[in-house]
């Protein structure tokens, strides 16, 4: 028992040592880390809805709004609230690409990196991620 209470231990140091380290900053850096995790994975949810909705419209593809319509992506895609990021969708006039971006709602609050996914040359989404200042990347 005593080998599980020193794995424990040891467990806990590192995020230990972080707070230490970060002090007042911890609870600030961790929150941002969060929502910068989630925009990346809110990002992946629109690159799958554009793969599933352009499978079922021959290969257009649409804005947020028709996604949600669709029940491919969640409401919670317009508002900033649970994510602390604003997403936007363009689509060509054509609907034959597009491409979205997660901007902080917060620049340095609610998040540091802005967020970009494309398609590649490949038909592949691809992300790309920069410290923007709080400004969208451009596509």
Known sequence: M????????????LPE???KKEGKNFLRNLRIETHQDEARQMLDRIAKAQ????????GRFAGMHRLIEDGLLPNDALS????????????????????ATATPAEYRKSGIMSYLVRLGDSGAP???????G???LEN
């Open 17 to 19: 040592q972080r707070v």
């Open 51 to 58: 793969m599933a909705y352009a499978a079922q419209n021959g």
């Open 134 to 136: 709080g400004k969208p």
């Open 80 to 99: 900033a609230e649970s994510t602390g990021y604003v997403y936007a969708v363009t689509v060509s006039e054509d609907a034959a690409k597009y491409h």
């Open 126 to 132: 691809l992300l790309t991620s920069k410290d923007n």
């Open 2 to 13: 005593s080998k599980l209470a020193g794995r424990s231990s040891a467990l806990t140091s």
